[in-house]
């Protein structure tokens, strides 16, 4: 399964690169296919490119769908992964 991940940019993009953060991870990326990337834009990164700029509402939304999924694999652990 391919995952898509919504990141906060916490630096300057330069040029085609921009540092984005998400629950504490950091990393470079790529962001030629986003146009107009600032610190504060939150982004989608799939596979160390940002392909889509979320809006504020959107991205927190996203996010707290991944916390939730990750609380409930911490609540049961052992259980197959379908796919």
Same mark, same amino acid.
């Given at each position: ?5 919504p ?6 993009? #330069? ?5 984005? /953060?998400? /629950? ?8 030629s296919?986003? /146009?107009g990337?600032? !610190?504060?834009?939150y982004?989608i ?6 392909? /889509?700029?979320l809006?504020?509402?959107?991205? $927190? #939304?996203?996010? #707290?769908?991944?916390? $939730?999924m ?5 609540e049961? !652990?052992?259980?197959e992964?379908?796919?």
């Amino acid at each position: 399964m391919c995952l898509a991940v919504p990141m906060r940019v916490v630096g300057d993009p #330069e040029g085609s690169r921009a540092t984005v /953060e998400a /629950e504490g991870v950091v990393r470079v990326v790529d962001v030629s296919l986003v /146009e107009g990337v600032v !610190p504060g834009d939150y982004l989608i990164v799939h596979a160390g490119f940002a392909i /889509e700029k979320l809006d504020v509402a959107d991205a $927190e #939304e996203r996010i #707290e769908l991944f916390r $939730e999924m990750a609380r409930l694999d911490a609540e049961n !652990p052992g259980t197959e992964k379908g796919g």
